[in-house]
Nanobody
Framework: QVQLVESGGGSVQAGGSLRLSCEAS????????MAWFRQAPEKARDGVAIIARNGGTAYADSVQGRFTISQDNAKNILYLQMNSLKPEDTAMYYCAASPRLGVCYRGSWRAGDGMDYWGKGTLVTISS
């Protein structure tokens, strides 16, 4: 049974940084495709960053240059380093995974298309 458990959320001021972690069990980090999503209050869930088995990454335009997704295969953990945080980054952040590498290359990845496993989320709140 696959479990994804996020941690690292919290409340910080604008301009600050946070690092989110996603510990996986029953799934091998770095084996296929993993991503971070977020859902702000009264908004739809949206993809933030995605990483493929070979380390290739893609980001939403709104976080490009500020967020970095990475994976530690030895620890079986997915990370999201978030810098220069803005109030509009406030959301619940979710980790997701797919056993199919091709999911990482879908144009619809930001909609969560093809992600089979989801964590329960960690809350990030950015104050101005």
């Amino acid at each position: 049974q696959v479990q994804l458990v996020e941690s690292g959320g919290g409340s910080v001021q604008a301009g600050g940084s946070l690092r989110l972690s996603c510990e996986a069990s029953g799934y091998t980090v770095g084996s296929a495709c993993m991503a971070w999503f977020r859902q702000a209050p009264e908004k739809a869930r949206d993809g933030v960053a995605i990483i493929a088995r070979n380390g290739g990454t893609a980001y939403a335009d709104s976080v490009q240059g500020r967020f970095t997704i990475s994976q530690d295969n030895a620890k079986n953990i997915l990370y999201l380093q978030m810098n220069s945080l803005k109030p509009e980054d406030t959301a619940m952040y979710y980790c997701a995974a797919s056993p199919r590498l091709g999911v990482c290359y879908r144009g619809s990845w930001r909609a969560g298309d093809g992600m089979d496993y989801w964590g329960k989320g960690t809350l990030v709140t950015i104050s101005s």
